[in-house]
């Protein structure tokens, strides 16, 4: 059983825009989703965010004013909308879920779940 599922990653031009969406199954929906990414040779960081209710949402500084992260409970999915894309946006793009707080949400290692991650890859 997949735990949860990423989609949405692609090839595209700087500038252009992606959509991303994250599967979750019954056990993986929790309180907080969140979007990570990792590029080559680099550390797993942190994207962006969002609490159960929908309306507190979390975002890198190198994500604030270009994605935006969203979820739909009942059909327990995330997404992340990904604006005015940049080459060093290239990267594997992780979902994942915890049972936590918006205040710890940065830090990769108090999530429970991961997702295999779909890649984006940004030309110039």
């Known amino acids: 059983q997949v735990e949860l599922e990423e989609s949405g990653g692609g090839l595209v031009q700087a500038g252009g825009s992606l959509r991303l969406s994250c599967t979750a199954s019954e056990g993986t929906f929790r309180r907080i989703m969140g979007w990570f990414r990792q590029a080559p040779g680099k550390e797993r960081e942190f994207v962006a965010a969002?609490?159960?209710?929908?309306?507190?949402?979390l975002y890198a500084d190198s994500a604030k004013g270009r994605f935006t992260i969203s979820r739909d409970n009942a059909r327990k999915m995330v997404y992340l909308q990904m604006n005015s894309l940049k080459p060093e946006d290239t990267a594997v793009y992780l979902c994942t879920s915890g049972q936590i707080t918006m205040s710890i949400a940065t830090l990769a290692s108090v999530y429970n779940f991961w997702g295999q991650g779909t890649h984006v890859t940004v030309s110039t």
């Open positions: 969002i609490d159960w209710s929908g309306m507190n949402e």
